[in-house]
């Protein structure tokens, strides 16, 4: 399903294109270069392009701009009678309901930069979505991968558009967290773990704030004792309930109402033994789902704003990642893990591929001295939780 609700406008988009190459075949060569079968919404659709280029690949005699009238249909008709064994849902007729779909032949350019906008929404929304499961599954392992999968298709698809917008589209915010009883109760005593073992056994704490961060924490209260410890560690001074509970009276804490005097005490009183790293790693790992979920969420929204332009929503889309790019970092830190290494930067614009009409208002791009991308060319112009302690 496309997001959005933007499923017949995108199939009209393909049946104008796939019209137009029917129609005139030497306008393949302006989407060829940077169009694929994939790019399609309709699988007919997409076999159809597909046998179209490799038509074009074999050099079929239709392609030239002085064909006769008999290659032009014969480019037409076999390709059609090809697709039609190819695909169960094409028929050799389908082609005239094509042909007569397409408003200007000439605007085939215009009608791939739509088939290749409809494609990013449609990939990076279903990316985003198989990332938001893992995360509310608690998948650790399929997190990591499928946010790696999603930054690398976004950068193909920048390859194929040609341009990145990377001015972030402001959505509404925070959003209620979408934790179940179960999970929020075992991630609080988590937290409370790491604040009662950490205060025992300080020792370790500055290496811990290396990576792990008071957003980490759900719990506003548990936020606010994690700094007194932290900042107690940073100076060299010592750490007990006493001191700490000082420490984030000084720091406001208690004055603002985050957290009572007794709820400092309750979490950093005995009873978690173990090691504090243990339970901090427990800490930043419910931490990286939830971010993980949030971020998903996110890039799904704006992969369903069909206002918003290609360029502009794989930057969205790529700043909206970074959220859980940065606490998956912390999280590989914590363990000692290769941090992720981004994709390299797609293909560059080729001349060739810079040829269309220009009626419509041109796209800012962040970048001036940056090459114009060959789809654009082708166009006519989360809230805390405060403490119950």
């Not at 370790?204 to 924490?217: A, K, Q």
């Not at 790529?318 to 981004?342: K, M, Y």
């Not at 962040?366 to 789809?375: E, I, K, R, T, V």
Request: net charge positive.
């Amino acid at each position: 399903m496309m997001p959005g609700g933007s499923a017949g406008l995108q199939l009209e988009a393909e049946q104008a294109l796939l019209g137009a190459l029917l129609l005139a075949p030497p306008q393949l060569k302006s989407v060829a270069s940077w169009l694929k079968p994939s790019h399609f919404y309709r699988h007919a659709h997409a076999a159809l392009y597909e046998v179209l280029l490799a038509r074009r690949a074999a050099g079929h005699p239709g392609l030239a701009t002085n064909a006769d009238e008999e290659q032009r249909r014969d480019w037409a008709l076999g390709a059609m009678s090809v697709a039609a064994e190819a695909s169960r849902g094409m028929t050799p007729g389908y082609g005239g309901t094509l042909m007569a779909a397409c408003p200007v032949s000439s605007h085939a350019g215009a009608y791939g930069r739509m088939v290749l906008e409809g494609a990013i929404r449609r990939q990076v929304h279903e990316r985003a979505h198989r990332l938001q499961h893992a995360a509310r599954t608690g998948s650790l392992e399929g997190v990591l991968e499928l946010t790696g999968e999603l930054r690398a298709a976004i950068h193909e698809l920048v390859g194929s558009w040609g341009s990145l917008d990377e001015r972030p589209r402001p959505l509404p915010g925070p959003w209620p967290l979408e934790l179940t009883d179960g999970v929020r109760e075992k991630t609080l005593q988590h937290e409370s773990a790491m604040l009662s073992s950490a205060t025992a056994s300080p020792g370790g704490l500055v290496e811990i704030t290396r990576w792990l961060r008071p957003g980490d924490f759900l719990d506003a209260g548990h936020r606010a004792v994690y700094q007194a410890l932290a900042a107690l560690a940073h100076r060299s001074e010592p750490i007990d309930q006493l001191t700490v509970l000082w420490e984030a009276q000084h720091r406001g804490a208690i004055a603002s109402g985050v957290i009572t005097a007794d709820g400092v005490r309750a979490v950093t009183r005995g009873g978690f033994a173990g090691d504090p790293q243990y339970w901090a790693e427990r800490v930043l790992r419910a931490s990286l789902l939830r971010q993980s979920a949030a971020s998903a969420g996110m890039v799904r929204l704006l992969a369903r704003d069909s206002a918003l332009p290609g360029a502009r929503l794989l930057g969205s889309a790529l700043h909206a990642l970074g959220a859980a790019e940065a606490v998956q970092d912390r999280w590989r830190t914590a363990n000692n893990i290769p941090r992720r290494s981004d994709p390299p930067p797609g293909p560059a614009v080729a001349a060739e591929r810079r040829q269309a009409a220009r009626v419509r208002t041109p796209v800012t791009v962040p970048n001036p001295g940056a090459a114009a991308s060959p789809a654009q060319e082708a166009a006519s112009p989360q809230a805390p939780i405060r403490s119950t302690r």
